[in-house]
């Protein structure tokens, strides 16, 4: 594959340096960054709003091939307001697709790139915000002319970029360069694609390969929110929207205030199996420390992929061109709950998850009820339940929500049904209490028709969050979600565990506290990484595994021994601490 077993290392040079660095200053540049890093490849970029020339891009390519680095081309669909034109209010410059001059450019450019590379990728500004007259215009009369009358913007982008995409950039590079292939990279705000013009059911069958953006910075103080699960859930989404044609991951140095918030971009983007990891950018990435300490952890990372096989969770349902709880899925990722997605109907999984994303398929109360009555196990958000509410729902389960709201920081907590001395089957509670309230939705039911196995107290009340409905041959299971999904952070460890007791994949489940993930493999391995955050300190976990008879660390060379077995599930005590992933096989 490369200077890497299990992956293509990649970074990305800008336009505006391909255009104006000198040959002494990139063998500079290139020097510090083999110190601590072994490059296979870069996408050397010659557009960005500026064109580099075809000298200065010769140049660079003969420098990074002189280094054994191959070389792809890049292009970012930014540009300013054509000379004499009046200003255009436009996010980040990126392009009015109505206006003739921007057009005639990009078709330009990427004539150009495909006529200096056999292969391109398109940076994540290939989308449209503008709502200028002309564009405003052909909005209201695409819409009329298919009907749609709630003014939105959605079905009239999506329908141009996808024209955009053929006339203006595949045509024009293959025109110039018939054998040119053209990777899409798409953003990390998936929840926005259809709202800006991203079209993946459309553009998967338009380009060659497509890319994931993982760029996750820091949460709290950056714009986006996005959690930082998504590095690995988004990956597993492309991968299992197009197999085999998700080109890669890619992460930034921007807004990552904590070094291991920069490296867990990277940790969990490698997770996810990628064909290349993609560090953006080169210019950001020299003279930075991140570099010396991502360069520490490839050859770790590599050693750790080694073990691995394919991803395996629960399969969480998000079709094309859906938007609803915003990344509820990484929350429950963050928290201990496996977490794999994809564009389509999972009807061969054993368990799903659908949130009210997954509402935005017109056919999946059928879809659900056909999966429950063949004996699926699923699991809905109470958001789902909200937006399926006026369309059958209610064949299924009790739960009705009707606006109310509480806060609560005491719990009760139902354990799994075991058989006593005397051969009855037992439960037994638990009533932890939390240090920080959480607000849920009242999500009322009909006792001894659905079941409540976790809930939330306040006063003389109590308020289910986790709920089970028996469906023929399946099993229902609902989630109350906060009203702010950090809040899932609060759960007492007991909560939480009982949660994630009730999901385990390949039989292996997580007992302990918030905040730590766990990624599953096909092949009996997995890894365990707690997220460095603020409260998260080194801690005993424990492993729950059905069928295992020890565990071993290839790290460390050791083989772990359980607590106990119980019923067939064996019990290990592991240590797990902030920023450290270590990954186990199982024996069975």
Not at 177 to 198: F, R
Request: aromatic share 14%.
């Amino acid at each position: 594959m490369g200077n890497y077993r299990n992956f293509t290392l990649t970074t990305y040079f800008v336009a505006q340096a391909t255009a104006t660095i000198t040959r002494e200053e990139l063998e500079k540049q290139l020097s510090f960054m083999e110190q601590y890093m072994k490059i296979d490849k870069v996408y050397l970029e010659p557009w960005r709003g500026l064109l580099a020339s075809h000298e200065q891009v010769e140049m660079c390519r003969e420098v990074f091939r002189n280094h054994g680095i191959k070389v792809a081309g890049g292009l970012t669909t930014v540009i300013p307001t054509p000379e004499g034109d009046p200003l255009k209010q436009r996010l980040f410059d990126t392009f009015c697709y109505n206006d003739p001059k921007m057009r005639a450019k990009l078709a330009e450019v990427s004539a150009f790139i495909g006529g200096h590379f056999d292969e391109f990728i398109i940076d994540d500004f290939f989308f449209t915000n503008c709502t200028c007259k002309d564009c405003t215009r052909e909005k209201i009369r695409y819409n009329k002319e298919k009907g749609i009358t709630d003014g939105s913007w959605q079905a009239y982008r999506l329908d141009l970029l996808k024209r955009i995409s053929e006339e203006d950039i595949i045509g024009p590079a293959k025109k110039a360069n018939p054998d040119c292939k053209i990777t899409i990279k798409y953003p990390n705000w998936a929840e926005s694609y259809q709202e800006t013009g991203y079209n993946p059911a459309a553009q998967r069958e338009m380009f060659n390969m497509i890319y994931t953006g993982t760029e996750t910075r820091d949460p709290v103080t950056t714009d986006q929110h996005l959690p930082r699960y998504l590095s690995f859930s988004l990956m597993t989404y492309f991968e299992n929207m197009w197999p085999d044609h998700n080109g890669g991951g890619w992460f930034d140095t921007f807004d990552s205030h904590i070094t291991e918030h920069y490296l867990e971009q990277a940790y969990l983007t490698a997770f996810s199996k990628p064909k290349e990891l993609m560090m953006f950018c080169f210019q950001s990435l020299y003279d930075n420390m991140y570099t010396a300490a991502l360069g520490f952890q490839l050859d770790k990372l590599d050693a750790l992929l080694d073990h691995t096989g394919t991803p395996d969770g629960i399969v969480c349902y998000l079709p094309d061109n859906s938007q609803g709880e915003d990344n509820v899925q990484d929350f429950l990722g963050m928290n201990g709950l496996p977490i794999v997605c994809t564009p389509y109907f999972p009807e061969k999984a054993s368990q799903i998850l659908l949130t009210a994303a997954s509402a935005c398929d017109p056919d999946i109360l059928d879809k659900l009820t056909a999966f429950l009555s063949g004996g699926g196990k699923a699991i809905v958000t109470t958001g789902f339940h909200e937006a399926m509410k006026d369309r059958g729902m209610y064949h299924l389960s009790s739960i009705r929500l009707r606006g109310r709201r509480i806060t609560a920081s005491r719990y009760r907590v139902e354990s799994k049904p075991f058989k006593d001395h005397t051969g009855e089957n037992r439960s037994w509670f638990s009533f932890p209490w939390s240090h920080d309230p959480i607000t849920i939705p009242v999500a009322e039911f009909r006792n001894n028709s659905t079941w409540a196995v976790v809930k939330a107290g306040h006063e003389e009340e109590s308020f289910g969050l986790l709920f089970k409905d028996p469906v023929e041959e399946g099993q229902l299971w609902t989630l109350t979600v906060p009203d702010a999904f950090p809040d899932f952070y609060h759960y007492p460890e007991e909560a939480i565990s009982r949660i994630r007791q009730e999901f385990p994949v390949n039989g292996v489940w997580l007992e302990g506290p918030t905040r730590i993930s766990l990624f599953i493999y096909d092949n009996d391995t997995f890894v365990v990484y707690p997220y460095v955050m603020e409260g998260v300190q080194t801690q005993l976990i424990k492993i729950h595994i059905k069928g295992a008879k020890q565990l071993y660390s290839p790290a460390e060379d050791t083989w772990i021994d359980p607590l106990y077995t119980q019923d067939g599930e064996a019990v290990f005590p592991l240590l797990a601490g902030p920023g450290q992933y270590v990954l186990y096989k199982i024996k069975r």
